[in-house]
């Protein structure tokens, strides 16, 4: 059975810097794309950066120059840096992943969740 594992999230006041990781766990052939999404109360889920397997990415436009993500393939993790936060970006933090078996079925993943609250 494979789980994501995030960790990190919290309350931080406007300014500053969070970071979260999402470790990937169970019989794991390899990830395709992982990714970070968000959900703010009333508000649907948005993509709010994602790394494919080789470190191409891409960022919503309302993180770009303040969030970094990246990954560690050896430790099926990724990681989400996030800088100069705003209050806009309180909200739940998901983690997904692209997950491949060694029977050569996949799944999409999602992590249970983490609270980020930008709060003074």
């Known amino acids: 059975q494979v789980q994501l594992v995030e960790s990190g999230g919290g309350l931080v006041q406007p300014g500053g810097s969070l970071r979260l990781s999402c470790a990937a766990s169970?019989?794991?052939?390899?990830?395709?794309?992982m990714g970070w999404y968000r959900q703010a109360p009333s508000k649907q889920r948005e993509l709010v950066a994602a790394?494919?397997?080789?470190?191409?990415?891409n960022y919503a436009d309302s993180v770009k120059g303040r969030f970094t993500i990246s990954r560690d393939n050896a430790k099926n993790t990724v990681y989400l840096e996030m800088n100069s936060l705003k209050f806009e970006d309180t909200a739940v933090y998901y983690c997904?992943?692209?997950?491949?078996?060694?029977?050569?079925?996949?799944?999409?993943?999602w992590g249970q969740g983490t609270q980020v609250t930008v709060s003074s």
């Open positions: 169970g019989s794991i052939f390899s990830i395709n794309t």
């Open positions: 790394i494919t397997s080789g470190g191409s990415t």
């Open positions: 997904n992943a692209g997950i491949n078996f060694h029977d050569g079925t996949s799944i999409r993943k």
